[in-house]
T-cell receptor, first 115, second 113 residues
Framework: AQKITQTQPGMFVQEKEAVTLDCTYD???????LFWYKQPSSGEMIFLIY??????QNATEGRYSLNFQKARKSANLVISASQLGDSAMYFC????????????FGSGTKLNVKP | NAGVTQTPKFRVLKTGQSMTLLCAQD?????MYWYRQDPGMGLRLIHY???????AKGEVPDGYNVSRLKKQNFLLGLESAAPSQTSVYFC????????????FGPGTRLTVT
C-alpha cells in the first residue's frame, strides 16, 4: 500500500485565490511527522511546513497552513492568496516514528497559478 | 553559508561505468541522506547516515554504496551503472530526526546510456 497518496497530478488556481492540495497517508505508528515541500522548475526542494502527529493545532507558516485531520489520515496543504511564484510541484512526505529509513514522499501535485 | 551542495550537477555515463556523487553541507548537521527522484514517483531514500562513520540502507539501496568519512561530506557511489539508475539524485541533511526538516541540495541529473 502507498504510504503517501497525492491524488491530484495537476491543479490550476487563479492568482490571489486560495488552493488546497490533498495528501493522505498510511501508517500504524502513533508518532510520525508530516512535511510539505515545494519544487520549482529550477529543481531544488524547499521545505514549507511540518506537522507532528501529536500536535493538536494545525501548523501554519505565513501563507501556508496544514489541514491535519488525524482520524481521516489526511494532511492537506492550503495556500492562501496564491502568487505566480507558487507555480511548482508540491510534495507531501511522512517520517514514521524515529526511523531514519522510513521517510516517504508522495508523487507530487503540479500547481499552476494563472494571472 | 552554502547550505547543501552537490557535485556534479549533470553527468552522462555508459552502462558499466562507475562514478561518485559528492554531497557537502556546512550546517554541522548529523544526519545526511541520498534520494533518487524518478518521474511520477516522488523521492525515494537510497541510503542515509546518522553521523560520521555510519551509513545505513534506505528503501532502494541496491546498486549504490555510500561513505561518510567526514561529518560534512556524504558520498554516493555507483560501481557499475545501469540504465535503470538514470534519475535525479538529491542529497539532504538535517539537524534532528522526526520534527526537523531536511535541507536539500540542488540535485544531480544522471543519465546512463
Amino acid at each position: 500500500a502507498q504510504k503517501i497518496t497525492q491524488t491530484q497530478p495537476g491543479m490550476f488556481v487563479q492568482e490571489k485565490e486560495a488552493v488546497t492540495l490533498d495528501c493522505t497517508y498510511d501508517t500504524s505508528d502513533q508518532s510520525y511527522g508530516l512535511f510539505w515541500y515545494k519544487q520549482p522548475s529550477s529543481g531544488e526542494m524547499i521545505f514549507l511546513i511540518y506537522q507532528g502527529s501529536y500536535d493538536e493545532q494545525n501548523a501554519t507558516e505565513g501563507r501556508y497552513s496544514l489541514n491535519f485531520q488525524k482520524a481521516r489520515k489526511s494532511a492537506n496543504l492550503v495556500i492562501s492568496a496564491s502568487q505566480l511564484g507558487d507555480s511548482a510541484m508540491y510534495f507531501c512526505a511522512m517520517r514514521e516514528g524515529g526511523n531514519f529509513n522510513k521517510f516517504y514522499f508522495g508523487s507530487g501535485t503540479k500547481l499552476n497559478v494563472k494571472p | 553559508n552554502a547550505g547543501v551542495t552537490q557535485t556534479p550537477k549533470f553527468r552522462v555515463l555508459k552502462t558499466g561505468q562507475s562514478m561518485t556523487l559528492l554531497c557537502a553541507q556546512d550546517m554541522n548537521h548529523e544526519y545526511m541522506y541520498w534520494y533518487r527522484q524518478d518521474p511520477g514517483m516522488g523521492l525515494r531514500l537510497i541510503h542515509y547516515s546518522v553521523g560520521e562513520g555510519t551509513t545505513a540502507k534506505g528503501e532502494v539501496p541496491d546498486g549504490y554504496n555510500v561513505s561518510r568519512l567526514k561529518k560534512q561530506n556524504f558520498l554516493l557511489g555507483l560501481e557499475s551503472a545501469a540504465p535503470s539508475q538514470t534519475s535525479v539524485y538529491f542529497c539532504a541533511s538535517s539537524y534532528g530526526t522526526v520534527s526537523y526538516e531536511q535541507y536539500f541540495g540542488p540535485g544531480t541529473r544522471l543519465t546512463v546510456t
